[in-house]
């Protein structure tokens, strides 16, 4: 908002006064409007909104003093500079105290009176200012569908954010549960390609003879069973964004396909001799260690290479319990909206039980059970097996995964240090990392350590 864009409400029920303040406003590029009453500048207010209001403190029967109460219960960002012949302390600080931005003793000089416009006009700038860094900040703590404000999710909000606007090939690591779908559709939303398709596909649902005609399509007759052309989703996302799930699963040969889509941006249908120039930005996800994947001879050292440009982990809700409420309530209104239900509450001490569960399903496993409640009310069904599941074991002893290492791998980790450290003692590595020794000993089978 420029100084000189400002918009003006003059408040005045003097017609010459009136006159002379706004011919000096109006003189010094200020767009004015003008008011002889309260009631007349609440209609006024109604039907053009200003920057700010300059109004005389006694009008009659209400005074400045009233329009003021009203402004500020309509209007609370409105600038508000009121001016009285009366010009007493306690009118001053019953002024400000109301809200108003500045005050004015009559008589005042012009310079006065645009000096203290400036003011305020430079106020509501550095106000303006401040809702836009305000909602940017809110934009990151919770991002496009996303709900959280760990720190660990501070992290995924701002590589996101600084990503989407390129066309970068994006890799989302993480456990089942966790999102990366969400964190792919946010990448999507906030990128130049919003408008064009999103086209998602689970690459552990194909089956391993449909996979290339279900990526790359297929000419009619290419096999048994081609009665038409086929147009694959690499090819539908053709200007947008194909989102790869489970990526990991892919066959080894489709690996192949991809990689040189990926080096050369062209793809061929099954069956076509020809080429076809597509451009469609990648993102990937999986569940899955692709390191040990590549070790293990399962996927293309390659393919991983190309796909990893920028990785994202999505940490498992364990890591980032402090979203738990947020969640909760999140589901809470999200479910009984999708139902079209009366939003139901959760006692203190459910919401603790849930506070205290180590979620290995993640955020889908919290979903679900809100949903169930929502559904059924029954605050015990919800929790059903809730109690039965193994205390997360205290890795604070630990130094925490590097992105794109599983969970399990450095579970299992951690229970066979906490077993060298005691000499293979059960009872005091259980003890050093806060399990009982029934979960300390579901976990040493769980990873055959015994």
Same mark, same amino acid.
């Given at each position: 908002?420029?100084?000189?864009?400002?918009?003006?409400?003059?408040?005045?029920?003097?017609?010459?006064?009136?006159?002379?303040?706004?011919?000096?406003?109006?003189?010094?590029?200020?767009?004015?409007?003008?008011?002889?009453?309260?009631?007349?500048?609440?209609?006024?207010?109604?039907?053009?909104?200003?920057?700010? /209001?300059?109004s005389d403190w006694k009008l009659g029967q209400l005074s400045?003093?009233?329009?003021? #109460?009203?402004?500020?219960?309509?209007?609370?960002?409105?600038?508000?500079?009121?001016?009285?012949?009366?010009?007493?302390? #306690?009118?001053?600080?019953?002024?400000?105290?109301?809200?108003?931005?500045?005050?004015?003793?009559?008589?005042?000089?012009?310079?006065?009176?645009?000096?203290?416009?400036?003011?305020?006009?430079?106020?509501?700038?550095?106000?303006?200012?401040?809702?836009?860094?305000?909602?940017? *900040? %809110?934009?990151?703590?919770?991002?496009?569908?996303?709900? !959280?404000?760990?720190?660990?999710?501070?992290?995924?909000?701002?590589?996101?954010?600084?990503?989407?606007? #390129?066309?970068?090939?994006?890799?989302? !690591?993480?456990?089942? !549960?966790?999102?990366?779908?969400?964190?792919?559709?946010?990448?999507?939303?906030?990128?130049?390609?919003?408008?064009?398709?999103?086209?998602?596909?689970?690459? +552990?649902?194909?089956?391993?003879?449909?996979?290339?005609?279900?990526?790359? !399509?297929?000419?009619?007759?290419?096999?048994?069973?081609?009665?038409?052309?086929?147009?694959?989703?690499?090819?539908?996302?053709?200007?947008?964004?194909?989102?790869?799930?489970?990526? +990991?699963?892919?066959?080894?040969?489709?690996?192949?396909?991809?990689?040189?889509? *990926?080096?050369?941006?062209?793809?061929? &249908?099954?069956?076509?001799?020809?080429?076809?120039?597509?451009?469609? &930005?990648?993102?990937?996800?999986?569940?899955?260690?692709?390191?040990?994947?590549?070790?293990?001879?399962?996927?293309?050292?390659?393919?991983?290479?190309?796909l990893n440009v920028v990785p994202i982990h999505m940490p498992? *809700?364990?890591?980032?319990?402090?979203?738990?409420? &947020?969640?909760?309530?999140?589901?809470?209104?999200?479910?009984?909206?999708?139902?079209?239900?009366?939003?139901?509450?959760?006692?203190?001490?459910?919401?603790?039980?849930?506070?205290?569960?180590?979620?290995?399903?993640?955020?889908?496993?919290? %979903?679900?059970?809100?949903?169930?409640?929502?559904?059924?009310?029954?605050?015990?069904?919800?929790?059903?097996?809730?109690s039965s599941q193994p205390k997360p074991l205290n890795t604070?002893?630990? %130094?925490?995964?590097?992105?794109?290492?599983?969970?399990?791998?450095?579970?299992?980790?951690? *229970?066979?240090?906490?077993?060298?450290?005691?000499?293979?003692?059960?009872?005091?590595?259980?003890?050093?990392?806060?399990?009982?020794?029934?979960?300390?000993?579901?976990?040493?089978?769980?990873?055959?350590? /015994?």
């Amino acid at each position: 908002m420029k100084v000189e864009t400002l918009k003006i409400l003059v408040v005045e029920d003097e017609p010459d006064q009136r006159s002379l303040i706004s011919q000096m406003l109006e003189a010094n590029n200020y767009q004015i409007t003008s008011a002889d009453s309260v009631e007349a500048a609440i209609v006024s207010l109604k039907q053009h909104v200003p920057d700010l /209001v300059f109004s005389d403190w006694k009008l009659g029967q209400l005074s400045g003093m009233d329009l003021l #109460t009203y402004v500020r219960r309509e209007h609370p960002d409105m600038g508000f500079i009121i001016a009285t012949a009366y010009g007493t302390i #306690t009118h001053a600080v019953d002024a400000m105290q109301a809200g108003a931005d500045d005050y004015l003793a009559k008589p005042y000089q012009r310079q006065s009176l645009l000096l203290a416009i400036e003011k305020v006009a430079k106020s509501l700038v550095l106000k303006k200012q401040n809702r836009r860094l305000t909602s940017e *900040l %809110s934009q990151q703590q919770e991002l496009v569908g996303i709900v !959280g404000k760990a720190a660990c999710m501070q992290k995924v909000y701002s590589r996101v954010q600084r990503v989407s606007a #390129t066309d970068a090939t994006v890799l989302i !690591g993480g456990e089942s !549960g966790t999102g990366k779908e969400l964190a792919a559709r946010a990448l999507y939303q906030l990128s130049q390609r919003k408008h064009k398709p999103f086209i998602a596909i689970n690459c +552990g649902s194909i089956p391993e003879s449909l996979a290339e005609s279900e990526l790359f !399509g297929a000419e009619k007759g290419a096999y048994t069973g081609a009665t038409a052309l086929k147009i694959g989703k690499l090819e539908a996302a053709n200007g947008g964004t194909i989102f790869l799930d489970e990526i +990991g699963e892919l066959p080894l040969l489709q690996q192949t396909n991809l990689l040189r889509f *990926l080096q050369e941006g062209i793809i061929s &249908r099954l069956g076509q001799n020809g080429e076809i120039k597509l451009d469609v &930005r990648v993102i990937a996800a999986t569940h899955r260690d692709l390191k040990l994947e590549v070790a293990e001879g399962r996927f293309r050292e390659d393919l991983y290479y190309r796909l990893n440009v920028v990785p994202i982990h999505m940490p498992p *809700l364990r890591e980032r319990q402090e979203d738990i409420g &947020r969640l909760v309530e999140h589901f809470l209104q999200l479910h009984s909206g999708q139902y079209k239900m009366e939003q139901a509450k959760l006692s203190a001490n459910t919401l603790k039980q849930l506070l205290d569960y180590a979620w290995p399903g993640n955020v889908r496993e919290l %979903s679900n059970r809100i949903e169930r409640f929502v559904l059924l009310g029954d605050e015990a069904e919800m929790l059903d097996e809730l109690s039965s599941q193994p205390k997360p074991l205290n890795t604070s002893q630990f %130094s925490l995964p590097e992105e794109g290492i599983e969970w399990e791998v450095f579970e299992k980790d951690c *229970l066979e240090q906490a077993m060298n450290k005691h000499q293979g003692n059960r009872t005091k590595a259980a003890k050093f990392l806060g399990l009982s020794y029934k979960a300390f000993l579901y976990r040493l089978e769980k990873y055959q350590l /015994v």
